[in-house]
T-cell receptor, first 112, second 114 residues
Framework: QKEVEQNSGPLSVPEGAIASLNCTYSDRVSQSFFWYRQYSGKSPELIMSIYSNGDKEDGRFTAQLNKASQYVSLLIRDSQPSDSATYLCAVGNNFGNEKLTFGTGTRLTIIP | EAQVTQNPRYLITVTGKKLTVTCSQNMNHEYMSWYRQDPGLGLRQIYYSMNVEVTDKGDVPEGYKVSRKEKRNFPLILESPSPNQTSLYFC?????????????FGSGTQLSVL
């Protein structure tokens, strides 16, 4: 059984600071890694995808992948109150979405 | 507007009464999937479909059925619902291959089985 582990939080970060969210996974053959954001009562929405070791930046978001350590993280710079949400890490075993495994999510609160 | 439409949004039913949750997407996506979301357990995949007439089990398929007769529709069927199927259900779709696919989620169906 593949596992994706996240700290459930809540993680509280002051506005303007960097929020760091972490995720570990158990399946060494995992190929695709995603971060979804889910506001309370809403459906998840994709904010980052990463497939190769290293960093991938998109605006205020940076995803980091270390396959050797089976670790993926999401950094949010200049955190805003609108970033307050639950962040779901998802891991796939192929370059596709079949059998994506989601973590339980980390609840992030940005304090004004 | 590109979207995944789930119905109903809320459903209360009783044990054993067959029900269907509909899911339709207008993006011509090959891939569709059903998830359930429970507190502390996260999103778990129930079934997925890579294309018409092609379906496969996810991690928690017991007690559920699906069909994919048309590309746009992927209904979730509970033949004999039980209280442990009370959950928030999401349908999702995407293109199946290529880097950077985005899963498009429906708005969710909150199901309560009494």
């Amino acid at each position: 059984q593949k596992e994706v582990e996240q700290n459930s939080g809540p993680l509280s970060v002051p506005e303007g600071a960097i929020a760091s969210l972490n995720c570990t996974y158990s399946d060494r053959v995992s190929q695709s890694f995603f971060w979804y954001r889910q506001y309370s009562g809403k459906s998840p929405e994709l904010i980052m995808s990463i497939y190769s070791n290293g960093d991938k930046e998109d605006g205020r978001f940076t995803a980091q992948l270390n396959k050797a350590s089976q670790y993926v993280s999401l950094l949010i710079r200049d955190s805003q109150p609108s970033d307050s949400a639950t962040y779901l890490c998802a891991v796939g075993n192929n370059f596709g979405n079949e059998k994506l495994t989601f973590g339980t999510g980390t609840r992030l609160t940005i304090i004004p | 507007e590109a979207q995944v439409t789930q119905n109903p949004r809320y459903l209360i039913t009783v044990t054993g009464k067959k029900l269907t949750v509909t899911c339709s997407q207008n993006m011509n996506h090959e891939y569709m999937s059903w998830y359930r979301q429970d507190p502390g357990l996260g999103l778990r995949q129930i079934y997925y479909s890579m294309n018409v007439e092609v379906t496969d089990k996810g991690d928690v398929p017991e007690g559920y059925k699906v069909s994919r007769k048309e590309k746009r529709n992927f209904p979730l069927i509970l033949e004999s619902p039980s209280p442990n199927q009370t959950s928030l259900y999401f349908c999702a779709s995407s293109t199946p291959r290529g880097g950077g696919e985005k899963l498009f989620f429906g708005s969710g169906t909150q199901l309560s089985v009494l």
